[in-house]
Each structure stands twice: as C-alpha cells, then as structure tokens.
C-alpha cells in the first residue's frame, strides 16, 4: 500500500503569520481578553487550539463583522482576520478605543493593493469571487465600482470601462482562465492581474501532477475553507476514477473506503494544520493494519 502526503502541507506563511501574531498577542497580554473578530482562518481544529490557548472566535452565520463588534468587551483586543476587512471595521474599532491587531495575509493586501491601482487609472474592477467570503466582501468594501463575478456563472449585463480582473486568492486557477476568457470576448479592453496566491497554486499542481494509478484521494481541511473546496473540486476532475473524500480530520475516514486499494493520496488546505494531516496518514496505516 502506498500512502502519499502530496507537497506543500501545513499552513500556508500567511495563516501561520495570522495565528502566530494572535499566540502572541495572548502572550504579551496573559490577563486580558483576545478575540478574533470572525473565523481568523477556516479550519475548526486550528480554532479549537486557539480557544484552549484563551483566544476568543467571534463570529456568527448571519451577523455582518461590523455588527459583531457591538459584541466585544471594550476591553478587549481584537484580531482581523487573515481574510482581510472592510476599512469601516477598522473605523469603527478606532471610534470604540477598542485596540486591533490586524493579522490580513500580505498577499490578501496585495491583492487589494491591485485593486486600489486600478480605480486609480478609472478602472472598473471585476473581482472573480464567492458571494460572502470575507476575503470577497473585504474587496468589494473598496468601492462602488468593485464588482463581483461567480467564476463559475459569468455573465456580464452591462459594458464596464476598462475592467481589470482580479479574484480571490485561492480559486482554481483553471476556472479563472476560464472565466477571463468569456470576460475577454465580451471585452476586449479588459486587464488581468494575476492574483492566485503561491500557496494555493503549488497545492492545485501537486494534484494536477498526480499519477492517475492513485485509488483514493483525501483533501484535508475546513469545511468553510474556500482552497480546500477547490483542491476537493480540482481533484475530483483530474482523477475521476479515484474517490475524492473533502474530510476535515481523521475521525472522518471511513475503514470500508480503504478496502482493496493500492495508491491513497492525501491534499490538504493551506490553513489545514500539519499534525492535522500527519495523522489522517497514521489513521490510514493503522486501520490497514
């Protein structure tokens, strides 16, 4: 039997830059109350470690970020997360004397950075994105002149004035092609910026690249994480004679689906952490045992 944890694994540098800035902060402040203001990154297992070390995660399904901050103790320190945020959340923590660390992945910034530029030159900006997802909201907080497209259902109702095309981070980068190239043919004027983080990348080839002999594959993650979502998705269509299994940790894997098989691959989401994925691999061996 082969089992085989496909490279990279672990955090992505910009969830571990986030979790190591709130382990820190809880350090430096062992008496006062830390808390993350929504999901600080989609796995529940990395929010289950932070909750033993005394850091709070506020979030709530149908409650915008702007109206949970109603919820914190003013004497509090608030953690953005590695999402990135509408600036009226830093606004509005400033009015409140309530102190933020702001824990944006750099690339996330960057991106937005992009953003900013292009409504600069008088772009109109297409941002290729999930409805909701925090890293989406935070772009479209920029402007009025931000507008979201479903990747996956482009459709353009109206002539925008010289679009740049931008997304989320962590989308397939063969569905943003995809997408750019309907948007291209009904305007020819369009821009595109790359905006795929590395992290994500590496992760969508590792499994691109996988041998077709594999039986099984397991894609580790949060089931909020949007990169994990898309490892699952891009797994299922490069391997459609394998089994795909989106699992969030080991309790999940059923001892009947390793019957048989020779070759099981394990992908992982980039705020899926390594001890996390380490021991769906141990799971794997012990119930083959």
């Known amino acids: 039997m082969k089992i085989e944890i496909l490279e990279p694994f672990g955090y992505c540098a910009g969830v571990d830059r986030a979790i190591n800035m709130a382990f820190e902060c809880k350090k430096e402040h062992p008496?006062?109350?830390?808390?993350?203001?929504g999901m600080l990154v989609h796995n529940?297992?990395?929010?289950?470690?932070?909750?033993?070390?005394?850091?709070?995660?506020?979030?709530?399904?149908?409650?915008?970020?702007?109206?949970?901050?109603?919820?914190?103790?003013?004497n509090s320190i608030v953690i953005l997360t590695a999402h990135g945020h509408a600036k009226t959340i830093e606004e509005k923590l400033n009015r409140l004397n309530i102190p933020f660390i702001d824990?944006?992945?750099p690339f996330v910034t960057l991106t937005e950075e992009m953003i900013e530029h292009g409504l600069e030159e008088g772009r109109d900006v297409l941002y290729l994105g999930k409805k909701n997802h925090p890293e989406a909201n935070a772009a479209l907080s920029l402007s009025s002149r931000v507008h979201l497209i479903d990747p996956k259902h482009v459709k353009l109702d109206e002539k925008y004035h010289r679009p740049l095309v931008i997304s989320q981070t962590t989308f397939s980068e063969a569905e943003i092609a995809q997408a750019v190239d309907i948007i291209k043919s009904n305007q020819n004027d369009a821009v595109v910026a790359k905006s795929i983080c590395h992290a994500s990348s590496l992760r969508q080839s590792a499994l691109k690249d996988l041998s077709n002999d594999v039986e099984l594959?397991?894609?580790?993650?949060?089931?909020?994480?949007?990169?994990?979502?898309?490892?699952?998705?891009?797994?299922?269509?490069?391997?459609?004679?394998?089994?795909?299994?989106?699992?969030?940790?080991?309790?999940?894997?059923?001892?009947k689906?390793?019957?048989?098989?020779?070759?099981?691959?394990?992908?992982?989401?980039?705020?899926?952490p390594k001890e996390v994925t380490l021991k769906?691999?141990?799971?794997?061996?012990?119930?083959l045992d």
């Open 280 to 287: 769906v691999k141990e799971t794997i061996e012990s119930l």
């Open 217 to 255: 594959i397991y894609v580790v993650g949060g089931k909020n994480s949007n990169n994990t979502k898309t490892l699952f998705e891009i797994a299922s269509a490069s391997h459609p004679k394998a089994k795909v299994f989106m699992i969030q940790n080991a309790s999940e894997i059923n001892k």
């Open 103 to 105: 824990a944006t992945c």
């Open 44 to 74: 529940q297992d990395t929010l289950d470690e932070l909750a033993r070390s005394g850091i709070e995660t506020l979030f709530e399904e149908n409650t915008s970020l702007l109206a949970l901050i109603d919820k914190v103790d003013k």
């Open 257 to 272: 689906d390793l019957k048989g098989l020779n070759y099981i691959a394990i992908s992982s989401g980039a705020s899926t």
């Open 31 to 37: 008496a006062q109350k830390v808390v993350v203001l």
